[in-house]
């Protein structure tokens, strides 16, 4: 049986969710991030040094990191239904993707996190108009537009095909559902995004989407 340490509005809400599409039977332990840091608790450390979340436990296999969960387990299912076939374009672009998602998109995002929390940061009066101004200079020249750089990017992908590996859903759908969601939620999003908006309204509808939240519970992303 498989067991997922699960961390409350985090990456491991779409591990939920791919064993749901799978139909594979696991075990949640879920994991409340500390009040005042955010920060996962230590709990976590008993699991795999690094203390994070998603990881999975299978046996005496401890698989962390997103990206090897979702094509541990893709390639787990006898049927391999969320994988392409092997050598096909298909294949090439879930690959691209699956390491798109935490390689590409992420970064920038948890950079505008943490600059959004350096101007709303608790400091001298004196400080805090530098700080402000440090944080919007780096939004505004990098990070900002890095993110709508990628988001134009993904919509003209998904101009091309519906799923972002082809014509099928796959793994690499999952594996994207976070940073877009977390676009969508932080006001990312512009209105000619349309594909993507259409593609996150595709993902939240399926079965499989909304048993994993009652798995999960809260997904403050999604605004619950």
């Keep these: 049986m498989i067991t997922v340490h699960h961390?409350?509005?985090?990456?491991?809400?779409?591990?939920?969710?791919?064993?749901?599409?799978l139909g594979m039977p696991y075990d949640v332990v879920r994991h409340a991030r500390d009040p005042q840091t955010r920060f996962a608790p230590k709990a976590l450390r008993d699991v795999h040094p690094l203390g994070k979340s998603p990881v999975i436990v299978d046996g005496e296999t401890v698989v962390a990191e997103s990206g090897a969960i979702?094509?541990?387990?893709?390639?787990?299912?006898?049927?391999?239904?969320?994988?392409?076939?092997?050598?096909?374009?298909?294949?090439?672009?879930?690959?691209?993707?699956?390491?798109?998602?935490e390689g590409s998109a992420m970064p920038f995002l948890l950079m505008k996190l943490?600059?959004?929390e350096v101007a709303r940061a608790k400091m001298p009066f004196f400080a805090r108009p530098i700080a402000r101004a440090i944080s919007h200079k780096v939004q505004s020249s990098f990070v900002l537009p890095n993110i709508a750089s990628?988001?134009?990017?993904?919509?003209?992908?998904?101009?091309?095909?519906?799923?972002?590996a082809?014509?099928?859903f796959s793994a690499a759908d999952v594996q994207m559902s976070f940073p877009l969601e977390a676009c969508a939620a932080r006001g990312a999003l512009?209105?000619?995004?349309?594909?993507?908006?259409?593609?996150?309204?595709?993902?939240?509808?399926?079965?499989?989407?909304?048993?994993?939240?009652?798995?999960?519970?809260?997904?403050?992303?999604l605004g619950s």
Excluded: C, M, N
């Design 190 to 221: 512009q209105p000619a995004h349309v594909r993507i908006r259409a593609w996150l309204d595709a993902i939240h509808a399926r079965a499989a989407y909304q048993r994993a939240l009652d798995k999960g519970g809260p997904y403050r992303i």
């Design 150 to 164: 990628q988001l134009d990017f993904i919509e003209a992908e998904l101009a091309q095909r519906p799923w972002f």
């Design 114 to 116: 943490v600059f959004d």
């Design 166 to 168: 082809g014509d099928r």
């Design 7 to 21: 961390l409350e509005d985090s990456r491991s809400q779409r591990i939920l969710w791919l064993l749901e599409e």
């Design 70 to 101: 979702v094509e541990y387990l893709a390639a787990r299912d006898p049927q391999q239904r969320l994988l392409p076939a092997p050598g096909t374009p298909e294949q090439l672009r879930w690959r691209y993707w699956l390491h798109f998602a």
